[in-house]
């Protein structure tokens, strides 16, 4: 599967944005999706997930409430919203096919197999 992710931007602490990642080669409907985001001088980490033919979705406890992902089968997208943006989110974020259990539900790892990372898409938050 090829990703491509995009609507990353430079905005102000308490803004929001609407990240989204196009798949080709394999539809969504039979993943489990999920996004993950590096900041500066860190390792990559998940931060939402969703397995949408079960509707299970999980989040990183640090953005519960202030992000939100979602899937758009019929275009193949996986959106990630985030508001209420602090400094501490700026990172390039990145989608990808994520593990799942056999109850349904999404974990916040990236497929064993999966190694097309691309460039992600970079959001930046002044304070």
């Known amino acids: 599967v090829q990703l491509q992710a995009s609507g990353g931007g430079l905005v102000q602490a308490g803004g929001s944005l609407r990240l989204a990642c196009a798949a080709s080669?394999?539809?969504?409907?039979?993943?489990?999706m999920g996004w993950f985001r590096q900041a500066p001088g860190k390792e990559r980490r998940g931060v939402a997930c969703?397995?949408?033919?079960?509707?299970?979705?999980y989040y990183l406890e640090s953005v519960k409430g202030r992000f939100s992902i979602s899937v758009d089968n019929a275009k193949n997208t996986v959106y990630l919203q985030v508001t209420d943006l602090k400094p501490e989110d700026t990172a390039v974020y990145y989608c990808?096919?994520?593990?799942?259990?056999?109850?349904?539900?999404?974990?916040?790892?990236?497929?064993?197999?999966?190694?097309?990372w691309g460039q992600g898409t970079l959001v930046t938050v002044s304070s």
């Open positions: 990808a096919p994520v593990h799942s259990t056999g109850w349904g539900e999404c974990q916040l790892r990236p497929l064993t197999e999966f190694n097309s």
């Open positions: 969703i397995y949408s033919r079960h509707g299970n979705t």
């Open positions: 080669g394999r539809t969504f409907s039979r993943l489990a």
